[in-house]
């Protein structure tokens, strides 16, 4: 009896409830705490493999214009100009395919979209002239929708780039024509959004095939997405 009441008190007892109570309300704390940075990590993985694919996309379009005379490629991106139609074909992706070897290189796993009937490749887009008459800085063809085999677009030589290493060849997610979708996969952020002033971010490929993380507002991007060809 002597010995037991020499014990510390906290070997005596048990925990109490408020003390178990205190003890599950830190875990609980903790756990929160964990869990943003949990999802966070799960993007930049996500993130990383879509620079991944955006990669092996990057080295089939480099086969295609050595075995083509040095000339891009010509199809429809997944976003096309008349979404009422996607997707059309043949995609990019479908013209490619003898150099990817496979339509998953062209998926983001970000993208919270829905694929589309007969399409489950793809939410890479390119840059196109969204008004040829005025702009003409796309370098990678592009069909036209009424398949009388004219061109929205024609390919361009590689030679046509003065800075390939400047120039966007494919981002992440949808063009500015397509407004009511998302625009860029992994910021979740929409043209209205976006037309706010916040700041957005997408994977690039620039046509010397290196893959970047590009980051911000509209304004900026107007200027990224109409790079002229001579990189200035
Ligand atoms: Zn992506």
Not at 13 to 32: H, K, P, Q, W
Not at 112 to 117: E, N, R
Not at 143 to 158: E, K, L, N, V
Request: glycine fraction near 8%; hydrophobic fraction near 35%.
């Amino acid at each position: 009896m002597l010995r037991s009441s020499r014990r510390p008190s906290f070997l005596r007892r048990g925990f109490t409830l408020i003390e178990l109570l205190v003890v599950i309300a830190i875990m609980g704390i903790l756990a929160s705490m964990l869990f943003p940075s949990f999802s966070r990590a799960r993007e930049s993985a996500r993130r990383i493999d879509c620079a991944s694919n955006m990669r092996q996309v990057g080295v089939a379009i480099n086969m295609y214009t050595s075995d083509y005379d040095e000339r891009y490629p010509i199809g429809f991106p997944f976003w096309s100009l008349d979404s009422s139609q996607m997707p059309h074909q043949p995609q990019l992706s479908t013209n490619l395919f003898t150099y990817t070897k496979s339509n998953q290189v062209w998926n983001c796993k970000s993208w919270t979209g829905v694929y589309l009937p007969d399409s489950d490749e793809g939410n890479y887009s390119f840059v196109i002239s969204e008004n040829p008459s005025v702009l003409d800085n796309g370098v990678i063809g592009v069909p036209s929708t009424s398949g009388s085999g004219a061109m929205i677009q024609r390919p361009r030589a590689d030679a046509s780039l003065q800075q390939p290493a400047s120039y966007p060849l494919l981002f992440c997610g949808a063009g500015p024509q397509q407004a009511n979708n998302l625009f860029h996969g992994h910021t979740l952020l929409n043209d209205a959004v976006w037309a706010t002033g916040a700041i957005s971010g997408t994977n690039v490929l620039y046509a010397d095939m290196h893959v970047k993380w590009w980051k911000g507002n509209r304004p900026n991007w107007d200027n990224f997405y109409n790079t002229p060809l001579n990189g200035s």
